[in-house]
């Protein structure tokens, strides 16, 4: 079975500092992998996916990551942080099997931001 | 498009009292998920609809719990017989990708999430 791993469970950073939360991935197939944010008492949000095109994927509210396969790895990344970007953030990667389409999460990465 | 509504946002029952919530996903959208998050945790998979037919469940969905799908349209998911521990968020999403058992880049659209609480 595929999963993830998020390390960091609270990450804090001030505003306009370098955003790094850190996915590691385990997949006996080329994933597709994806990152989602949760704001309080809301649902989750599609940040940005990858799916086996570019390594480099940019997604909104300026996030990016990087499918790093030698690593198996995809981090994401923002150059400034910004207030509004505190929320929990989720990896998760796609299982896929003759009859399933579905998603395996991560356990979350708090992000909080500071003046 | 209106997205993802799940209905009731919160619930409060006691124990051994039976709950039912009700999913409506993105229209044409034939698949549709129900995900269980408990406090500090991601989203666990519990069960997925292609159209009305449930191709799936985990084995977190204990025979207490029973979701349906009857016109490929709205779910329900219903736990017989509360516990405790059934305390969390229930989330519903949707995705546009069919056919059935074919395979889907994965993407969700989550609703909002329906919160238990059983004292």
């Known amino acids: 079975a595929q999963s993830v791993t998020q390390l960091g469970s609270h990450v804090s950073v001030s505003e306009g500092a370098l955003v790094l939360l850190r996915c590691n991935y385990s997949?006996?197939?080329?994933?597709?992998l994806f990152w989602y944010v949760q704001y309080p008492n809301q649902g989750l949000q599609l940040l940005l996916k990858y799916t086996s095109a570019a390594t480099l994927v940019k997604g909104i509210n300026g996030f990016e990551a990087e499918f790093k396969k030698s690593e198996t790895s995809f981090h994401l990344t923002k150059p400034s942080a910004h207030m509004s970007d505190a929320a929990e953030y989720f990896c998760a990667v796609s299982e896929h099997t003759g009859t399933a389409s579905k998603l395996t999460f991560g356990t979350g990465t708090r992000l909080q931001v500071t003046l | 498009d209106t997205g993802v509504s799940q209905n009731p946002r919160h619930k409060i029952t006691k124990r051994g009292q039976n709950v039912t919530f009700r999913c409506d996903p993105i229209?044409?959208?034939?698949?549709l998920y129900w995900y269980r998050q408990t406090l500090g945790q991601g989203p666990e998979f519990l069960t997925y609809f292609q159209n009305e037919a449930q191709l799936e469940k985990s084995r977190l969905l204990s025979d207490r719990f029973s979701a349906e799908r009857p016109k490929g349209s709205f779910s329900t998911l219903e736990i017989q017989r509360t516990e405790q521990g059934d305390s969390a968020m229930y989330l519903c999403?949707?995705?546009?990708?069919?056919?059935?058992?074919?395979f889907g880049t994965g993407e969700l659209f989550f609703g909002e999430g329906s919160r238990l609480t059983v004292l």
């Open positions: 229209s044409e959208h034939n698949r």
């Open positions: 999403a949707s995705s546009p990708f069919g056919p059935p058992n074919s």
């Open positions: 997949s006996s197939v080329p994933p597709y």
